[in-house]
């Protein structure tokens, strides 16, 4: 980099950002960012900013769909949950929609038919015809319906959706099936992306037995090597993020585990949005066994060490919070979503809704704004995620 900027100076020849990537001889695997794919959409439009410069995400999360199917009540929740997708997408008209986790309450849907929940809960993004993708959470993970199921069918019966699987030589190495990131352009026809949307599988499940599919309840250590090499890589072909000016935003269903101390320093006034829901055991990642505390903390460093002019990081999983706090430790920025489902752990007042993301700029230095819309159209906990920012 040192002679690339050097060069750069003294001849005037562009600089191209060929940085070879040094590869561990004594690594064990056989990753590297050949495997990488830089232009993983070839065959579905680009996402762009619009012409004025904005881009309007709208999250979607824990829809729980599926719950007791041999209930009135279940499909009732859900026939309330689509109600609740059009609605919101009638009026918000969003550049893209972010499926948070929790689609599908696994473990009460039946082998034959699970898949088909994917079917009703993409149906309201097919009819808007808005891009979108998802993460999966643990309630995704059981024996009748996985990640890596719910990936396969949503690509079947959904041609906008751009949910990758994890690359191919991370399988079976506990990655979690959905581990993948999507780019965003200013317009069209440039030649790099101003803006880079991460997703994470945070994996978990609680079924046992023969046919159980739980997984840690945490990223795998091994995608912090992921997030390197793909970083390398984009920097390689598209400079580093600092120095191009582009900006990335992360998903991630089940929320890092630093973010069970940001609680007890709350601020209403800086922090706003509901703040119901006490996080404990099985509210963050890796919180359950002591043994475990402490294991998403290779994936949380890597996100923040590598992945430059990130705007913030954005869970579901805790249904009654809604906040957004800054990450002391690596001075990052904290949300959670807000319950979209009607299925799912609620209470009476949490009400049901989305967190919108609106980019004013693909600048990395303009935060975007973000606030929860409910289902009425009320909205609250307004914050600018910017520098500014407690
Ligand atoms: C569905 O929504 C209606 C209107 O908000 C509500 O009265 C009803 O209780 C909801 N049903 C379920 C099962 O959540
Ligand atoms: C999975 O589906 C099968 C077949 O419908 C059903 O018998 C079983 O109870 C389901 N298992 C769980 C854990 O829900
Ligand atoms: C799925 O299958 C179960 C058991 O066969 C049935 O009770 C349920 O109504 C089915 N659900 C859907 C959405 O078809
Ligand atoms: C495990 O799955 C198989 C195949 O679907 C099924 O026949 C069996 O009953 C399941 N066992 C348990 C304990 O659920
Ligand atoms: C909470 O934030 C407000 C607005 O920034 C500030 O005036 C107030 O002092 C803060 N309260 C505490 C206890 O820090």
Same mark, same amino acid.
Request: with cysteine; glycine share 12%; net charge negative.
């Given at each position: 980099m040192l002679f690339c900027l050097l060069l750069g100076v003294l001849t005037?020849?562009?600089?191209?950002?060929?940085i070879p990537l040094a590869q561990?001889?004594?690594?064990?695997?056989?990753?590297?960012?050949?495997?990488?794919?830089?232009?993983?959409?070839?065959?579905k439009p680009r996402l762009t900013f619009r012409k004025d410069g904005t881009f309007k995400i709208t999250v979607f999360s &824990? =829809?729980?769909? @599926? /719950? #007791?199917?041999?209930?009135?009540?279940g499909p009732e929740q859900d026939v309330n949950s689509t109600r609740l997708m059009n609605t919101v997408l009638t009026s918000e008209k969003p550049d893209y929609v972010v499926l948070?986790? &929790? =689609?599908?309450? @696994? /473990? #009460?849907?039946f082998r034959e038919n699970s898949t088909t929940l994917i079917d009703e809960i993409v149906s309201p993004l097919n009819k808007f015809k808005i891009p979108f993708s998802s993460t999966h959470g643990?309630?995704?993970?059981?024996p009748n319906i996985t990640h890596a199921e719910e990936i396969k069918r949503e690509l079947q019966v959904a041609p906008l959706s751009y949910t990758r699987a994890a690359p191919?030589?991370?399988?079976?190495?506990?990655?979690?099936?959905g581990t993948y990131w999507v780019p965003v352009y200013t317009?069209?026809?440039?030649?790099?992306?101003?803006l880079i949307l991460w997703f994470f599988d945070s994996r978990g499940g609680f079924s046992e037995g023969a046919n159980s599919t739980s997984l840690p309840d945490?990223?795998?250590?091994a995608v912090a090597e992921w997030i390197e090499l793909t970083v390398a890589k984009m920097n390689s072909a598209w400079g580093p993020a600092d120095k191009v000016g582009r900006g990335s935003l992360s998903f991630v269903h089940i929320p890092p585990h630093?973010?069970?101390?940001l609680q007890a320093n709350l601020n209403s006034t800086q922090?706003?949005?509901?703040?119901?829901d006490e996080l404990g055991?099985?509210?963050?990642?890796?919180?359950?066994?002591?043994?475990?505390?402490?294991?998403d903390a290779p994936f949380w460093d890597a996100l923040n060490a590598q992945?430059?002019?990130?705007h913030g990081v954005i869970s579901g999983h805790d249904h009654g919070n809604e906040w957004c706090k800054r990450e002391p430790t690596k001075n990052v920025i904290f949300c959670f979503d807000k319950h979209?489902?009607?299925?799912?752990y609620s209470s009476p007042g949490w009400g049901h809704g989305v967190r919108n993301i609106v980019?004013?700029?693909?600048?990395?230095?303009?935060g975007p704004e973000t606030w929860i819309r409910m289902e009425d159209g009320e909205t609250h906990a307004r914050i600018i995620m910017d520098s500014s920012y407690n």
């Open positions: 005037t020849v562009p600089c191209i950002w060929a561990d001889p004594h690594s064990a695997s056989s990753r590297s960012t050949e495997t990488i794919e830089l232009n993983p959409y070839a065959n &824990d =829809l729980h769909y @599926g /719950e #007791n199917p041999w209930d009135d009540w948070n986790g &929790d =689609l599908i309450t @696994g /473990e #009460n849907t643990n309630h995704d993970n059981e191919a030589w991370a399988d079976g190495e506990g990655y979690g099936p317009k069209a026809s440039d030649r790099n992306p101003s945490w990223v795998d250590a630093v973010v069970q101390d922090d706003p949005g509901l703040n119901a055991e099985g509210s963050t990642q890796a919180s359950g066994e002591a043994a475990n505390l402490g294991k992945v430059l002019n990130l979209a489902g009607y299925g799912g980019f004013r700029s693909p600048d990395p230095k303009v």
